[in-house]
Structures are given as structure tokens and as C-alpha cells.
């Protein structure tokens, strides 16, 4: 491995969620990024990934500035995205509806934005608590700058909490405590 600073390469900007619940017990959920990856391949990790042009143009109310709000919506587009659970405000989507829009969102074929339209949902920064920003450190050849953020999740727990994604080969409810 090389160790030489990579600080040519700006970080991208990026946001991840610590997604937790407190039933039956407080518990956070985990992901396990594909072995073959480039960046984390193998680890386990909190639900997130980069910003994408179109996290800009979302409103979300509460928002200090234009940065936080794209940053939230980028936390709540990626959970939904690797996890398929949703963290916006609104009616509760049926399964199968909301199922049929993650895999649109992944295929590239429904924009985000669309997504919440079609649920009438609204994302609201109260909802994300910001909890840091943390850097790749200059030796990765594969850089971002992360907001992490804190979201209780009192959604379903669907049936088919997996991962359609090829970044993610597994995800589970962990209690803090179990994690190594």
C-alpha cells in the first residue's frame, strides 16, 4: 500500500446516516460493503455515499443553508438507495410501491426528486442530526469529506431488508455493543 499523502486529490463531499431505533432494543443498522470494492471493500460501515448533482435542487425545510440541506437529502437518498428504508416525511408508501421506486432510483431511470413526489414525501433537516464531518485521511487513493448524521428510524421493518444494491452485500440491526 502506498502511505504517501493523496492530497492532490480533493475529497469528494459525501454523507452517511448512524440510523438507529429503540425497539425492541436500541440498535443501529450496519451495512457490509462488497469485498470487491475499492474504497472499504469488506467493512462494515454506516449507510451513505457521495453527493450527486441533483442533491442540490431538493428542498428540505429547516435547512440553515443551501450545503446542509443537499447533505440531507444525499443521507436520505442513499439510505433509501442501500437500505430501502425511507426517511422522509410523509404517508406510509405499501411495499411493493416503494420497492418498484428504489429499484428505478438504482437503475437510473427516477431521479430522486421523482421519488418523493410520487410519495408525497418532504424531507426535514430536524430529522438529521448532525454529527460531524469526517475526512479520508490523505494515504486513501479514494477521498471524501462525510457529514455523519444521527436519524432515528420508527419506519417498518420491511420483510426484504436487503440490499439491491452491488455495493452492499449485507445490512442488519446491530446493539452498539455487539459491534467489532
Not at 430522486?112 to 430529522?127: I, N, Q, S
Not at 448524521?149 to 445490512?171: C, K, N, Q
Request: with cysteine.
Amino acid at each position: 500500500m502506498n502511505w504517501t499523502a493523496n492530497t492532490h486529490v480533493p475529497p469528494r463531499q459525501a454523507a452517511a446516516v448512524v440510523l438507529y431505533r429503540n425497539a425492541p432494543a436500541f440498535e443501529t443498522l450496519m451495512i457490509q460493503r462488497n469485498p470487491a470494492l475499492r474504497f472499504m471493500g469488506g467493512h462494515h460501515a454506516f449507510p451513505g455515499g457521495a453527493f450527486e448533482a441533483e442533491d442540490a435542487h431538493i428542498p428540505v425545510t429547516g435547512a440553515a443553508d443551501a450545503v446542509l440541506a443537499a447533505r440531507v437529502v444525499c443521507a436520505a437518498r442513499e439510505v433509501f438507495e442501500e437500505t430501502g428504508l425511507f426517511l422522509w416525511r410523509g404517508a406510509l408508501p405499501e411495499r411493493d410501491a416503494l420497492r418498484d421506486a428504489r429499484s428505478a432510483l438504482l437503475e437510473k431511470t427516477c431521479p430522486f426528486a421523482e421519488v418523493l413526489r410520487r410519495f408525497g414525501g418532504t424531507l426535514d433537516a430536524a430529522d438529521f442530526a448532525p454529527a460531524g464531518i469526517w475526512i479520508t485521511p490523505p494515504f486513501s487513493p479514494i477521498r471524501f469529506e462525510t457529514q455523519y448524521f444521527l436519524a432515528r428510524y420508527d419506519g417498518p421493518d420491511w420483510e426484504e431488508l436487503t440490499s439491491r444494491s452491488t455495493e452492499i452485500v449485507g445490512l442488519e440491526w446491530v446493539r452498539p455493543g455487539a459491534i467489532r
